[in-house]
């Protein structure tokens, strides 16, 4: 199953959707203390935040802008603009002509590529340090000079038109994982597909494309992350020098989303279709994010998507694939970086010729176990080394560090917010993982969406 | 099973909600060729429009207001404000202090009530035809002048507050209702209840309905309905005197709410309740509208409904209840009086011990046979008839006559559309029946909630 919030358009040199989508798990990517006091955090005077994550192993620098735009905040009737605008940034500027960017990136070897999600909208490029000013020149100057013009709108739709059916309509998963999405989420606009809804997507236009560019996209909306070779020094004075002469946007109203409503029932969602050949399933909770979350809850929902399924050391991986036998896959994550009450999942895929309701079953199990009996100290403390390992990994890659922290700023988080993580993690006891597993995963509030093969032609219950 | 996207409020002498909402449903209440020639539609010069229905033959009147604002227009996180408006509308103006409007009404033996649905909201009271003009002052003055302050505005939230806790909150099939709504509708905002979700009724403020009243209370934005013992020139010459001194509105734009993508699941949405006693089932389907649909398929969904399931001669009832006994009720309906595409319902529940399941297979077992093979020539006849004959029933009441017209009119069709149904529906045949059938009710896109009860005091799945 994968997580679909996103769209990452891949371009040259571009990093996976798939590698993106794991990044975003900031929760795990961070909290060694090595180094992390180096972490500068400063404002502009036109309102820009600037995160600077020195790391002088290897000469390159990753720089990234976030807007704070993503899908949620589209006007209704207008979904898939957010990611629209992202495509037309890569057209020209008053300064520079449609692709001469792109081809600066290619030139110094550097690579690049942008992403949109529910939050928020990033743009970010890997390059030498020699190369970080141009960089900084070339993101200030499309920041509010970006010319848009019908010239340039239609073929761009087209384009998006053309990524819908071949990423979402020809994928049974992606389908199914729309409408579940809609279905999990009553009320927020969480329920939307990022890259938009088909029909609302081909009515976009320019006007569309430029009402949201000049609401959202100013430096007193925007972070800029650097992360790499590079001292906080020099990224002020070269800020300074390019986006500090943007001009400072409106300023924006707080970000207030209509909410979910209590929810009262327990849904599913199936989609049945000639193209799948291995039933599968992913039941989902709205659960609090970082953002939203009682002090502590976030934290003991991440530790618990760990004991449940991350990964192969995992109960319902043990228990459902190893010892059982009867599921190819299985596990559980939780969507903790988001600013409003985003998700927690499980999921799992039959073996054979086994039935998708047994490996749901027997993953429910799991749950209701936790929620009975609670989970061992050992297998918690596993469980936590386990996230601090992974970040270990993380913190080599710049552009993972800079996605981490700035997707949690970009989500009303704080760079302390990410640095305590560790610790906060480290605090969470035996007696929270439990209370947050009676708590939010309540069965008889929980959305699970079904893929399954069409066993013969006729279309039927 | 009962239709909710309407809020009526029960005062003195009121309608009860079941007759209301069986009044909504103006495809079978109008079409019998006697008088309709005789009805006018006209504009006032501010734009107000006027429908006048003469019936003489009892001395009473029934005066209509339908304001074009419904739930479906409200700002997304602003959920029940339409209907909260509606309760501040009994309220003071600038004339008249709270409540003298309503002891007008009683004072002479009338009839007065209001209700909110998803595309419109709805004043009227039915009098002596000598109390006509005096509605009219009264009506056209709250048109514009209603008074507004914080005094009434928090007595009357807390109301509301309590009229949902009441009457959705104590009921698990009002709170299922809500659920599979939200599920069938994945982006159009049809899928929010119109009393509102309790959390954002909770911060509905003046500012708010201010907001909505200043933008759609206008003459130019409503439709007035007269239906009974009364002169198209009476009212014209009333109507200038009275709502004609209120002066146009700005001019709205057109009304475009976010529409459905194209749905490919099979959804499910369970409520089990230590509350509920007969397991039931409601499946729904999104389906276009009078105004929506091609030429012809809203009558023959109408159609489509009487046949399967419109009463105790339908196939539903006969087989599942009468024949089979499996099936304490059973049945269908339409809702096709609405701005953008609605549904088509098909609904039972359990007889005895009975599984639901049973009960659900049965009735779409009838729907697959009319997929399949069709309806005869002699049960489209009969349920023609059917539909006709309840229309003369609906005739009799002048209110009902003037919810038909508005109701119409306010959705965005015409007096001349409402005058030519019968005709219409005389015009379809069985083949545009199976059709719609299979066109619009997908086995693999349907909406199914059951409202269970609860076995056991475990919270298990």
């Known amino acids: 199953m994968t997580r679909t919030r996103m769209e990452s358009c891949i371009r040259a040199f571009a990093l996976s959707l798939a590698a993106l989508q794991s990044l975003i798990t900031w929760e795990a990517a961070v909290g060694a203390p090595l180094g992390q006091s180096d972490i500068s955090d400063f404002l502009l005077n036109n309102g820009l935040e600037v995160v600077v994550i020195p790391d002088h192993r290897v000469p390159i620098v990753t720089h990234m802008v976030l807007y704070k735009a993503g899908s949620a905040d589209e006007p209704p009737g207008n979904s898939g603009i957010a990611h629209f605008l992202e495509h037309l940034m890569f057209k020209g500027t008053k300064r520079h002509s449609a692709g001469t960017f792109d081809t600066q990136v290619a030139e110094i070897g550097g690579e690049e590529n942008a992403f949109t999600w529910s939050d928020y909208t990033a743009y970010f490029q890997t390059v030498t340090p020699a190369a970080l000013e141009t960089m900084m020149e070339f993101e200030a100057d499309r920041m509010r000079n970006l010319v848009l013009t019908d010239a340039v709108i239609a073929p761009e739709r087209d384009v998006i038109l053309e990524e819908r059916r071949s990423r979402v309509e020809a994928d049974p998963e992606e389908l199914l994982e729309e409408e579940t999405q809609a279905t999990l989420y009553q009320n927020h606009p969480y329920g939307r597909p990022v890259i938009g809804w088909m029909h609302e997507m081909e009515g976009l236009n320019r006007a569309d494309a430029v009402g949201f560019y000049d609401r959202y996209y100013a430096p007193n909306n925007a972070v800029l992350v650097v ?90 991986y043990q228990e459902l694939v190893v010892k059982q036998g009867i599921a190819s896959s299985a596990g559980a994550y939780f969507q903790g970086t988001s600013l409003d009450p985003s998700s927690f999942t499980i999921y799992g895929s039959s073996r054979g010729e086994g039935k998708i309701e047994a490996v749901k079953d027997a993953i429910d199990a799991e749950v209701r176990k936790i929620i009975r009996a609670g989970v061992s100290d050992v297998e918690l ?74 066993e013969n032609t006729s279309s039927g219950d």
Chains 1, 2 share one sequence.
């Not at 500090?244 to 979910?260: C, F, M, N, T």
């Not at 939203?292 to 929902?301: M, N, S």
């Not at 469980?383 to 970009?410: C, Q, W």
């Open 381 to 454: 403390t596993r469980a936590k080394s386990r996230l601090v390992r992974s970040m270990i990994f993380a913190r080599d890659n710049p552009s993972t560090m800079a996605i981490v922290y700035g997707a949690a700023v970009a989500t009303g988080g704080t760079v302390k917010d990410v640095q305590e993580w560790q610790e906060r993690v480290r605090a969470v006891t035996t007696t929270q993982v439990q209370a947050v597993a009676e708590k939010y995963l309540n069965s008889d509030r929980s959305v699970t969406g079904y893929l399954l093969p069409r």
């Open 227 to 316: 992360a790499g070779d590079v001292s906080a020094a020099t990224v002020r004075k070269m800020a300074e020098e390019t986006y500090g002469a943007v001009p400072r946007g409106s300023d924006l109203p707080p970000r207030i989303r209509p909410q979910e409503p209590e929810q009262n029932t327990k849904r599913t969602v199936v989609l049945t279709d000639s193209r799948v050949t291995v039933p599968s399933f992913e039941e989902s909770w709205v659960a609090p994010s970082y953002r939203t979350a009682k002090p502590g809850d976030a934290e003991a929902l991440d530790l618990l998507a760990e004991v449940l399924g991350g990964g192969m050391r995992s109960r319902a």
